[in-house]
């Protein structure tokens, strides 16, 4: 199993430019989250899904889109990228058991 | 809405001290504790987990924590650390009504010198 995985790695923006980050998982869990992991702020959590077809918004959703249209894939997408949202974006997903599981991230820099 | 809070952003230590890292939460409810490792340049890991029963639990390369209900608090404790332990560590929380979420602290730096 290659558990959860993310592309891009890295990234660099022009402010007003989209995107879209990949995050994909082989372990049929349910549950899908991405974070933005910023210094001395911990992981704050942008959106989740509980499963196919439902989403929903975390803390800091403002700016990013999300859907989910299969059990396995969970984009990310920047409508328009702004220099506040220059982070590292985590992945993850998990089952009832409430572990979860992490990809490896994305640096994305928004100039 | 929960939140959690880690008390020392970072932390120097030697090989071979003692390591103890604070971790205090504000849900009154049923709680899921996490402890969260990532080394540099990686994703995290998970460390340990407490869900229920005994109160002490114990985690992969030497690590224990602590879940202290009267107190809300859930600390990491490793007896004598290594080099490799060099690493931002992470306290998460999920309160039983709130599903998978997980309520992250801002996390601890900790360097160990050789």
């Known amino acids: 199993n290659a558990g959860v995985t993310q592309t891009p790695k890295f990234q660099v923006l022009k402010t007003g430019q989209s995107m879209t980050l990949q995050c994909a998982q082989d372990m049929n869990h349910e549950y899908m989250s991405w974070y933005r992991q910023d210094p001395g702020m911990g992981l704050r959590l942008i959106h989740y899904?509980?499963?196919?077809?439902?989403?929903d918004q975390g803390e800091v959703p403002n700016g990013y889109n999300v859907s989910r249209s299969t059990t396995e894939d969970f984009p990310l997408r920047l409508l328009s990228a702004a220099p506040s949202q220059t982070s590292v974006y985590f992945c993850a997903s998990s089952s009832s058991s409430y572990e979860q599981y992490f990809g490896p991230g994305t640096r994305l820099t928004v100039t | 809405a929960q939140s959690v809070s880690q008390h020392n952003h970072h932390v120097i230590l030697s090989e071979a001290a003692s390591l103890e890292l604070g971790c205090n939460y504000s849900?009154?409810?049923?709680?899921?504790l996490f402890w969260y490792v990532q080394y540099p340049g990686q994703h995290l890991q998970l460390l340990l987990k407490?869900?229920?029963?005994?109160?002490l639990v114990k985690g992969i390369k030497g690590f224990e924590a602590e879940f202290i209900k009267s107190k809300f608090s859930f600390n990491l404790r490793k007896p004598s650390v290594q080099w490799s332990d060099t690493a931002e560590y992470f306290c998460a929380v999920n309160a039983g009504a709130a599903g998978n979420k997980l309520t992250f602290g801002g996390g601890t730096r900790v360097l160990v010198k050789p």
């Open positions: 899904s509980v499963g196919a077809g439902i989403t």
């Open positions: 407490y869900f229920s029963g005994d109160p």
């Open positions: 849900y009154g409810g049923t709680v899921n």
